[in-house]
């Protein structure tokens, strides 16, 4: 009987999992935590909370609301984990309404990551602020919006000054 319960169990969160990995026309905010959520999902961590949290849920269940009943720190901490990725890259150009430079008195720089589930996300990372600002506090999972690469061979003329 408890063998049976287990794989029961097991099937339930396996088909939960799939209805967040294959739910389609999903903003760029939804494909960021269904990252998040599928990253920690597969993590073989033994004292994982968002693997528990997640089978309280039905497999209903849309992402978002999974996502409002999480605590404001642990959502910070899942996006500040998400944003410190190596994989990010920087983008240099001002993008869709994301603006490279200075907001307040934070630094803002545009990076873009590609999720899981192949399609890339652009997003704002905030630094800087002086002594008693945190960059952490400032919301950017709002303002993230979808972005396709294109590789182009760019040709570029540079002036170099020597002495």
């Known amino acids: 009987m408890y063998a049976k319960f287990d794989a029961v169990a097991l099937i339930k969160r396996q088909s939960a999992m799939n209805k967040l990995m294959t739910t389609t026309s999903l903003t760029a905010p939804q494909k960021i935590i269904r990252h998040i959520f599928k990253r920690e999902f597969d993590s073989t961590d033994e004292d994982n909370y968002l693997k528990a949290f997640i089978q309280e849920f039905d497999e209903d269940d849309d ?91 760019v040709t570029e003329l540079k002036q170099i000054w020597s002495a």
């Open 63 to 153: 992402i978002l609301i999974i996502w409002e009943a999480l605590d404001e720190l642990v959502r910070r901490q899942f996006l500040n984990k998400f944003k410190d990725e190596p994989s990010a890259i920087k983008i240099p150009n001002d993008i869709g309404g994301l603006v490279n430079g200075t907001i307040g008195n934070f630094q803002v720089r545009i990076e873009a990551q590609q999720l899981i589930c192949g399609s890339w996300v652009a997003y704002s990372v905030y630094f800087g602020g002086g002594k008693h600002a945190d960059p952490n506090t400032i919301s950017w999972l709002d303002d993230a919006i979808d972005v396709y690469p294109e590789n182009r061979f």
